[in-house]
């Protein structure tokens, strides 16, 4: 997920003029101000506060003072009380609160680019406590515990990214992602649910939708999205894939071969739908082989023909099944099922050599 800088425009915050009813602890913090002094302005505008409980300048400038020594909480309180009372530095107290997210947000994005993962969710946490209304420092908060290892903080983070901008579909697959991880898989199929009423055509909440819907048991209903998701998106590899595998997962097994190779014909160096159609080819010759065996064992005559078509499935199950295990070379079961597959075609040699290769394998 990437991770963004923020650029701000900053309002120049200008001194009010000395005039002659300014409060004089008013009037020494600005000089302390001018000096850069922030530790003796402060005590002064400490004290303007409580001797002036209606001047909104005073808790303003307090705000600038506390947020210039990084005391978030008192600056907004500060901050909160000056516009209580009038909104006359509301554009001033907006642009320093922008000043310092922004300032926090770009220092935490460095961080976590650079691998400091600590010190970003410090930044990040600062903005949530400088600004908690932008959604965009939950959303790297998040990335930042997730790639931390804490998946629990994680989850709550980008639980509430979503909750205050529910239209970043980023975001929602993000904790989509974490649902699945806890397999909370209904609450995948409500988040997304929430997702496609507001973008119908979005494929990965689709996909996240009817693979929830899977796990939950609710095979019809997940296919039935498929299909219609692929009738807008013909040519979208991951819905192709998606419902070839359950049609596989329900031994339909020309269909999902039908599904598959329109994703290989997409994308031929897609290896899972490769082996995939091999996979198909095989189980529908093993499942006409044990048919044509209880047939002999019933006594029952099989015809040439018949065994023809069942090596026919063996034979097209191989050259998937080859691009698996040049991908694969390690995959003990593909050489196996290759091996398989070379013997009912009739090609003992390579079949054998094949059965050598797995067992070296699982030595």
């Not at 997962?249 to 091999?278: C, H, Q, T, W």
């Not at 040699?349 to 290769?357: N, S, T």
Request: one cysteine or more; aromatic letters at 10%; hydrophobic letters at 35%.
């Amino acid at each position: 997920m990437k991770i963004r800088y923020f650029a701000v425009m900053f309002i120049l915050i200008g001194m009010v003029a000395f005039m002659g009813c300014t409060p004089k602890e008013l009037t020494s913090a600005k000089v302390y101000i001018q000096q850069d002094d922030w530790n003796n302005a402060i005590t002064q505008l400490e004290q303007a506060v409580q001797l002036y409980p209606t001047n909104a300048e005073a808790p303003y400038l307090l705000g600038e003072g506390y947020g210039n020594q990084g005391e978030w909480e008192k600056m907004n309180e500060m901050y909160n009380k000056s516009l209580e009372l009038a909104p006359t530095y509301e554009a001033q107290i907006k642009s320093s609160r922008d000043k310092y997210w922004v300032t926090a947000f770009n220092s935490g994005v460095n961080r976590i680019n650079s691998g400091d993962l600590a010190g970003a969710i410090n930044q990040f946490e600062t903005c949530l406590t400088v600004d908690p209304n932008r959604a965009e420092a939950y959303r790297n908060l998040a990335i930042a515990y997730t790639q931390n290892g804490d998946k629990e903080k994680s989850k709550e983070t980008y639980e509430k990214a979503v909750e205050m901008n529910p239209d970043d579909s980023e975001v929602v697959q993000a904790l989509a992602g974490a649902y699945f991880e806890d397999k909370e898989f209904q609450k995948v199929v409500d988040l997304e649910k929430t997702l496609l009423e507001k973008d119908p055509d979005n494929t990965d909440a689709i996909s996240n939708l009817a693979l929830a819907l899977d796990f939950l048991g609710k095979k019809d209903e997940a296919m039935e999205i498929y299909k219609k998701a692929i009738e807008k998106n013909p040519d979208a590899k991951d819905l192709l894939f998606n419902l070839a595998r359950l049609h596989y997962m329900r031994g339909e097994y020309e269909e999902a071969i039908k599904l598959f190779e329109r994703v290989i014909a997409n994308d031929p160096s897609d290896i899972d739908a490769n082996i995939n159609v091999g996979n198909a080819y095989l189980s529908i010759a093993d499942e006409m082989r044990k048919k044509l065996v209880e047939k002999e064992n019933n006594g029952e005559t099989v015809a040439a023909g018949e065994r023809e078509a069942m090596k026919t499935f063996y034979t097209n199950s191989i050259p998937y099944l080859k691009k698996g295990v040049e991908a694969q070379p390690e995959n003990v079961n593909l050489w196996n099922n290759l091996g398989v597959a070379h013997i009912q075609s009739g090609n003992q040699d390579e079949g054998v050599a094949c059965f050598k290769k797995a067992e070296e394998l699982q030595k």
